[in-house]
């Protein structure tokens, strides 16, 4: 393992791409979706192989590696259950990243993509710590974190998920998304 704290040339380009890309951020664009797929799946499969562990060294290289395993499968994969296949690696580094004080050290608007692991987790204790997380943030990214912990509070997972993952969507679940609950 590389025990330099150089950021390397890939992790700022990364989080040089999202940041200007962030009208895209939690919109669904087709062309922004391809050109984010095409730009970066060869790092995003090195960081799902664990080969860029010491990008969690740096505040900018732990980014660069949550935008990799957390917002990349939402955008390269949408649709899909590979979605979700690297979420519980994106937590695993925003703890590591969390316990380095990393957040601190980056764009402040870019500090939510240190707290999204845990808001898209579908365990309760992540949710508490997601609205934990999010209670310095602006008014409305604690919104959004109060309500997906209500969902997890209340149906203990993401019914529109239920599909994708091949889950049995129960009766309850099915009167929440056609009621306009939250679909993700």
Known sequence: MNTS??????ATDIV????????????KDADFDRRFHDGYIALHLAAARRDLDDWN?????A?????????????AFRGTAHMYATDPLARHYAREALAQGHP???DPRLRLFFYLPF???EDLADQELSV??????????????ERHRDIIRRFGRFPHRNPMLLRVTTEEEQAFLDGGGFAG
């Open 16 to 27: 040089d791409f999202w940041r200007r890309g962030r009208h895209y951020w939690f919109r």
């Open 63 to 75: 980014l660069a590696l949550l935008i990799l395993l957390d917002q990349f499968p939402r955008n």
């Open 5 to 10: 704290t150089a950021v390397p040339a890939a």
């Open 57 to 61: 060294r740096t505040p900018t290289g």
């Open 119 to 121: 808001e898209h987790s």
């Open 104 to 106: 601190d050290h980056v």
């Open 132 to 145: 934990a997380l999010h209670a310095a943030l602006p008014q409305g990214e604690r919104t959004y974190a």
